[in-house]
């Protein structure tokens, strides 16, 4: 019972495969060929649509339930996210919300704390647990999602040849269609959406909360389809957001928008304004006072403070000259400090922020 026994070796294959065929395979494309310019921006429309399809199918409907979707929307969603070959939506679902619940511990499936490159794609080399009936419950009544779990290997396989045979048709070049539409395609998004469970938890700021790894970060939400702000997303998971200023990218967040205002999609979830500000509030109200607990200014102050404090009800209840004219000359000494110490505050930009 050694630690081979624990390697999922399906996925295991199928990925480094691919990646190794990639290796030899582009090298001798390139040797006698170029692909047309058509075929190239083709593969970047379909890694769009499919990491679309996963973030606002897979992720936000399925996983958060973050809105509702006509069925006609559904089974598109299902299609291109089954194209994206990351396993089925229920499994999927499940994975991630047992990483929302669990983030950042060893029940969380893709844990950074285990490190960049096993959040990243190592975390799928191993035999995960079986799919939990009472983590996907509201899911599994719905009869596409069962069915495309049931049949996904069958569902993932027609899909992708399908594409790739279209698009051979369209350019009239089968073998860059299969090398490009297919394997290039998938290898680009496996590893833009791989980023989500990696540099989002890794690179970046912590703007709504401290309390787990996830970041936000403009330049991942560009590779990720508007994913990028992630600590928002862990803090307020059911908003169908993520980038929730105008001029956020996320191009998901537009998406099911324009699906709503067209009638296609219902019972869009947001979080109030007012909620946010309150929480930003609270948060950054209480890591500045970390901040300023931790400042040697702060503890300066505490000390000059005391001190002050301390002479000043003294100097109450003094009645020896002498002792008065010694202890004014000391307590001028700190008020001089206390100015001092008050002037540099003021100029702290932490403080003015």
């Known amino acids: 019972m050694g630690p081979m026994k624990k390697i999922a070796w399906t996925p295991f294959l199928y990925i480094a495969g691919y990646h190794l065929f990639l290796a030899v395979a582009l090298p001798l494309y390139f040797i006698g060929h170029t692909p047309s310019a058509g075929l190239i921006w083709t593969m970047i429309g379909l890694v769009f649509l499919s990491g679309t399809a996963i973030t606002a199918g897979y992720h936000r409907c399925y996983s958060h339930n973050c809105y509702k979707v006509h069925p006609v929307v559904d089974a598109i969603l299902l299609f291109f996210g089954t194209l994206a070959t ?12 047992l990483h929302h619940s669990y983030v950042d511990t060893d029940k969380d499936p893709y844990s950074v704390k285990k490190g960049l490159l096993h959040a990243h794609i190592l975390w799928m080399f ?15 009544r719905r009869k596409m999602l069962n069915f495309q779990h049931k049949y996904y290997g069958l569902c993932m396989v027609i899909a992708n040849a399908s594409v790739f045979l279209a698009v051979g048709w369209i350019f009239n070049d089968y073998l860059g269609a299969f090398l490009f539409a ?18 989002a938890h890794f690179w970046g700021t912590k703007n709504y909360s401290q309390e787990h790894s996830a970041v936000d970060n403009y330049l991942i939400s560009l590779l990720t389809y508007g994913e990028g702000y992630h600590n928002y997303h862990h ?34 979830k947001k979080v109030n304004n007012y909620r ?41 209840s003094l009645l020896d000259p002498k002792q008065v004219r010694d202890l004014k000359k000391s307590l001028k000494e700190d008020w001089r400090q206390w100015r001092l110490i008050l002037k540099s505050l003021q100029k702290d930009p932490l403080l003015r922020a």
Request: glycine letters at 2%; aromatic letters at 12%; hydrophobic letters at 40%.
């Open 235 to 268: 803090t307020f998971a059911y908003d169908y957001r993520n980038g929730i200023r105008w001029y956020h990218f996320d191009p998901t967040k537009w998406l099911i928008w324009i699906l709503y205002k067209l009638g296609l999609a219902t019972d869009l």
């Open 276 to 316: 946010i500000a309150r929480h930003l509030l609270l948060q950054h109200k209480d890591e500045l006072i970390r901040k300023l607990k931790e400042s040697e200014a702060i503890q300066k102050v505490q000390e000059v403070a005391e001190r002050l404090s301390q002479k000043l009800a003294k100097m109450q």
């Open 86 to 97: 990351q396993g089925s939506a229920l499994r999927w679902a499940n994975d991630h919300r």
């Open 182 to 199: 297919w394997w290039v395609r998938t290898f680009l998004l496996h590893h833009t959406t791989w980023c989500i469970n990696s540099l």
């Open 126 to 140: 191993f035999r995960s647990e079986p799919i939990d009936p009472k983590v996907i419950s509201d899911l599994t």
